[in-house]
Every structure is written in C-alpha cells, then in structure tokens.
C-alpha cells in the first residue's frame, strides 16, 4: 500500500517562502512523476507544477519564478519550493505523484499568505 504525507505548510507574510514536502511510503518499485495542485474555496484545482522523472518541469505562469518543483528519489520525496509568496498563492496545496503505474493523492495542506 502506497501512502503520501504532506507537510510545511502554514502561514506566511507576503514576500516570504515555504517549502512542501511530499513523502512517498509503503512498496515503491518506480516513481516517474511528481505534480503539486493547489485549490481555493470556491475555485478548482489548479496545476501549479510538475516534474516528469528528474528533470522535465512545468510551471503554472502564475508561479514562474518563484516556484520551484523537485525530487529526491532516495527519500522518495516530491518538493515545492515557494518565494516571494503573494496572497493569490493562498489555498490549500495537494501533491500527486506517479508510483508504480498508478497516480496518488496527499492529503493536502494549508498555505496562507497574509499581506
């Protein structure tokens, strides 16, 4: 059984930076993707970045330059560095990643960016 835990979220002043960690647990034999959504009340989940094996990345025009999506395949970790944080990043954050040929969920965490 496959599990993603999520963490580093929390509050923030504009301007500041955060990172999440997505850690991966449980029988992985291949983890090929990575992607972190984020979702605010009212709006739909929206993609803000994805990393295909180590190092095909994709970024959300809203986060260019100031986001950046890793991996540790070692620690079987996804990362989603985040700077210059605006209010607009507010939202509660969800990585998914592609393990074993199938795709999983965290269970999301909270950023809160304060002006």
């Known amino acids: 059984q496959v599990q993603l835990v999520e963490s580093g979220g929390g509050l923030v002043l504009a301007g500041g930076s955060l990172r999440l960690s997505c850690a991966a647990s449980g029988s992985i034999f291949e983890i090929n993707a990575g992607a972190w959504y984020r979702q605010s009340p009212g709006t739909q989940r929206e993609l803000v970045a994805s990393i295909i094996n180590l190092d095909r990345t994709y970024y959300a025009d809203s986060v260019k330059g100031r986001f950046t999506i890793s991996r540790d395949s070692a620690k079987k970790t996804v990362y989603l560095q985040m700077s210059s944080l605006k209010p607009d990043d507010t939202a509660v954050y969800y990585c998914?990643?592609?393990?074993?040929?199938?795709?999983?969920w965290g269970q999301g965490t909270q950023v809160t960016v304060s002006s």
């Open positions: 998914r990643v592609g393990i074993n040929g199938d795709y999983y």
